[in-house]
């Protein structure tokens, strides 16, 4: 039982390398498998579409709310072990002692699990797997793979699945047939919390291929990096929101607006496209007259207000 997901992959990667005649004729570099990759993705397509969300529509309708969460929370308390072990592998002593206690807490005080305590104790959840581990260390993730039944992959990530088996308890629980029943809970769970993600899939991707090969290899790249390489705006509920005023009621510029403006200008902040030089490093010291919106006339805009182009026309905002 336990050498079964060794023969699936290694199945799966002897299905890749026999299978040059499936090309496409501009295959990309991160996948240059493409032909073989897209029959495999129309084939777990299928076992989704006639097998797999049906099941798990079923399983929505027969199971409340809170059983299902508790059902998550149960498989994601056992997900931290090999997080935590792949933390400490990669020699992330901080993350791996935050996953130990997470276990700790929620084994103990969530009941075996069923309760995320850990979260409600603001103790952060790491998402980290061996194929990660690999790549910390400069294994290279090779050819883009979309391995039989279990979805998006690469060749570096086929193999730490291996390791990711032997480090999940599910796979020493006795008798096997529990084991592979806990198995299957979790992927029929994991696909009911995903019926919404898949049918704003169905109606956004053109290419669903597409879309799901790069959305993949994206996300593992910002895993490796820790998520460091990409700076996303702070939507914190807290911050407080830019205000709009009419120029015309000779309001004066918001608070927000105008740190803003002065720290554009200290960091040397690029004008936008289209804008002239001048305008870009004007000093807001003084007002400035721009053209209304009835030809013949013009606004005058105080000091480090920031509005849009002038040459646009856009109306001046006000939030009610």
Not at 147 to 166: E, M
Not at 200 to 223: C, G, H, M, P
């Amino acid at each position: 039982m336990k050498n079964a997901p060794i023969r699936r992959t290694a199945l799966a990667l002897g299905v890749v390398a026999l299978a040059g005649c499936s090309t496409v004729q501009t295959p990309t570099k991160e996948d240059p498998l493409e032909g073989l990759n897209r029959t495999i993705f129309t084939f777990n397509d299928k076992v989704d579409q006639y097998a797999l969300k049906p099941v798990a529509r079923g399983y929505v309708k027969v199971t409340p709310q809170p059983v299902r969460d508790s059902v998550t929370n149960f498989f994601s308390n056992i997900g931290d072990v090999y997080i935590a072990a792949n933390n400490l592998l990669q020699l992330k002593i901080t993350d791996g002692v935050e996953d130990i206690m997470r276990i700790v807490i929620n084994t103990v005080f969530g009941v075996g699990g069923l309760f995320d305590v850990a979260t409600l104790a603001k103790l952060p959840k790491h998402n980290q797997d061996l194929g990660l581990t690999l790549g910390h260390y400069g294994v290279p993730a090779g050819p883009y793979l979309v391995l039989p039944l279990f979805g998006p992959s690469t060749v570096r990530d086929a193999v730490g699945s291996i390791g990711n088996y032997y480090v999940n308890p599910l796979s020493y629980i006795d008798p096997p047939g529990l084991s592979w029943g806990l198995y299957g809970l979790n992927i029929v769970n994991t696909r009911a919390n995903l019926l919404g993600a898949g049918d704003v899939l169905e109606a956004a991707a053109i290419d669903k291929y597409s879309f799901v090969r790069n959305t993949y290899l994206q996300r593992r790249q910002s895993l490796l990096s820790d998520g460091s390489s990409a700076a996303l705006p702070n939507y914190d509920e807290g911050a407080p929101l830019p205000k709009y005023e009419n120029v015309e009621d000779g309001a004066a510029p918001a608070a927000g607006a105008s740190s803003a403006a002065a720290a554009a200008a200290a960091s040397g902040a690029a004008a936008p496209a289209g804008a002239s030089g001048t305008a870009a490093n004007a000093s807001p010291a003084s007002d400035t007259a721009v053209p209304g919106l009835v030809p013949g006339t013009e606004t005058t805009v105080p000091a480090g207000q920031i509005v849009p182009p002038a040459r646009f026309g856009y109306p001046s905002l006000k939030l009610h």
